[in-house]
């Protein structure tokens, strides 16, 4: 069972722009802990988007955005086009588990 | 250009075993934490397990301690999962990755995945 909560999907028409949030615990991202997220289209493996909270790594489009505040952190998708529709990952380090752990997922749909 | 391969995906039968390799490429293995990552058929990502640049330290998730155990070979930049008491439940594309080179920074580099299936 995953200790970061995510909600199942989110949708929003292009243009738009949608977050998603990520709760944990004070064992993971409250502890301060780095947050990352993961992008994973249909049939293919995850793409790193965002790490260490809000630092998108070379090639991501600045349309991407993460923050963390207190046990939560959050993906921002602004200006949402076709190709976002995919499931998003949110990512950390539980100090009570010893080991990563990955949120349960959240299915963007464009409108 | 960093390329991992994962292989050794099979059909295995409920209580048998099965070594998943990673192959790398492009980037200096003795310098990175490596990482094994599973999804389920239809279900979300699973941390697996991790090891230390020297695999001196390894930590794993508790569903699979005991069962699993991962390894490096520095000297071939290859990574391998030892899965061992399979159950139905294990069944998923198993994914090698590797860490980024900041404390706790998560994963830069993911492989195309292997398929493992446990079923009789």
């Known amino acids: 069972q995953s200790v970061l909560t995510q909600p199942p999907s989110v949708s929003g028409a292009p243009g738009q722009r949608v977050t998603i949030s990520c709760t944990g615990s004070?064992?993971?991202?409250?502890?301060?802990?780095?947050v990352h997220w993961y992008q994973q289209l249909p049939g293919t493996a995850p793409k790193p988007l965002i790490f260490?909270?809000?630092n998108r790594p070379s090639g991501v489009p600045d349309r991407f955005s993460g923050s963390k505040s207190g046990t939560s952190a959050s993906l921002a998708i602004t200006g949402l086009q076709a190709e976002d529709e995919a499931d998003y990952y949110c990512?950390?380090?539980?100090?009570?588990?010893?080991?990563?752990?990955f949120g349960t997922g959240t299915k963007v749909s464009v409108l | 250009e960093v390329q991992l391969v994962e292989s050794g995906g099979d059909l295995v039968q409920p209580g048998g075993s099965l070594t998943l390799s990673c192959a790398t490429s492009?980037?200096?293995?003795?310098?990175?934490?490596m990482t094994w990552v599973r999804q389920a058929p239809g279900k979300g990502l699973e941390w697996l397990a991790n090891?230390?640049?020297?695999?001196?330290?390894?930590s794993c998730v508790d569903s699979v301690k005991g069962r699993f155990t991962i390894s490096r070979d520095n000297a071939k930049s290859s990574l391998y999962l030892q899965m061992n008491s399979l159950r139905v439940e294990d069944t998923a594309v198993y994914y090698c990755?590797?860490?980024?080179?900041?404390?706790?920074?998560?994963?830069?580099?993911w492989g195309q995945g292997t398929l493992v299936t446990v079923s009789s």
């Open positions: 990755a590797r860490d980024r080179s900041i404390a706790f920074g998560g994963v830069d580099y």
């Open positions: 492009g980037f200096t293995f003795s310098n990175f934490w």
């Open positions: 090891i230390r640049k020297d695999g001196r330290d390894q």
């Open positions: 004070s064992s993971n991202i409250g502890a301060g802990y780095g």
């Open positions: 260490a909270d809000n």
């Open positions: 990512q950390s380090y539980d100090s009570s588990l010893r080991g990563y752990v």
